[in-house]
């Protein structure tokens, strides 16, 4: 059974980079022809698309986060990341990442503070 | 900017029926091939109920079901039950991009 696991600081500097990984389990990233993908959701409010990424290595970013936001294959074959610069307070939330959208790992907080 | 707009909040009652509805500020007609609709219950991970506009995933009750309305896109649950209280996403494909609705915040009482 394929799972998910986001992976990374739960706090981050104002002005830094936030980076996650997220870990696949139970299976192989190469398989089939899935994009693997990242959504936020700040603390009440509702679900932000962030981007995706194919094995192919194309991505395709929300146009309101695409000059931050970088997400790439991870070093092991089984993992893809985040990188999220410049930093503020709007960025803080749960971070999630998903299998194109039926399958989501369990999220995890982000906090942007000095 | 395209915003995908949904009903704030819903109640409806135990054992009933209630439609949620997703639209694109522009009016454009949603597309069924990029429409998804996803359950988020509080401290939870969103969970996919429906894609393509009207095919359940394997894990959705046959209560939920959907569809595409006059150019939106809708969320049928018939026979409510209690455990349905949860705050539901639409998610549609549109200009390149993925789009989350606001969300329904849907209470059973």
């Known amino acids: 059974q394929v799972q998910l696991q986001e992976s990374g600081p739960a706090l981050v500097t104002p002005s830094q980079t936030l980076s996650l990984t997220c870990t696949v389990s139970?299976?192989?990233?190469?398989?089939?022809?899935?994009?693997w993908t990242w959504v936020r959701q700040p603390a009440g409010k509702g679900l932000e698309w962030i981007g995706l990424?194919?094995?192919?290595?194309?991505?395709n970013y929300n146009p309101s986060l695409r000059s931050r936001v970088t997400i790439s294959l991870g070093a092991s074959k089984n993992q893809f990341s985040l990188n999220l610069s410049s930093v503020t307070a709007a960025d803080a939330a749960v971070y999630y990442c998903?299998?194109?959208?039926?399958?989501w790992g369990q999220g995890t907080l982000v906090t942007v503070s000095s | 900017q395209t915003v995908v707009t949904q009903e704030p909040s819903l109640t409806v009652s135990p054992g009933g029926t209630v439609t949620l509805t997703c639209a694109s500020s522009?009016?454009?007609?949603?597309?069924?091939?990029?429409l998804n609709w996803l359950q988020q219950k509080p401290g939870q991970a969103p969970r996919a109920l429906i894609y393509?506009?009207?095919n359940r995933h394997s894990w959705t009750p046959a209560r939920f079901s959907g569809s595409l309305l006059g150019g939106k896109a809708a969320l049928t649950l018939s026979g409510v039950q209690p455990e349905d209280e949860a705050d539901y996403y639409c998610?549609?494909?549109?200009?390149?991009?993925?789009?989350f609705g606001g969300g329904t915040k849907l209470t059973v009482l």
């Open positions: 998903a299998r194109e959208w039926g399958l």
């Open positions: 139970g299976g192989s990233i190469n398989s089939d022809n899935y994009y």
């Open positions: 990424i194919y094995i192919s290595g194309y991505t």
């Open positions: 522009t009016g454009a007609v949603i597309s069924g091939d990029y």
């Open positions: 393509s506009a009207s």
């Open positions: 998610l549609l494909y549109y200009g390149g991009s993925w789009l």
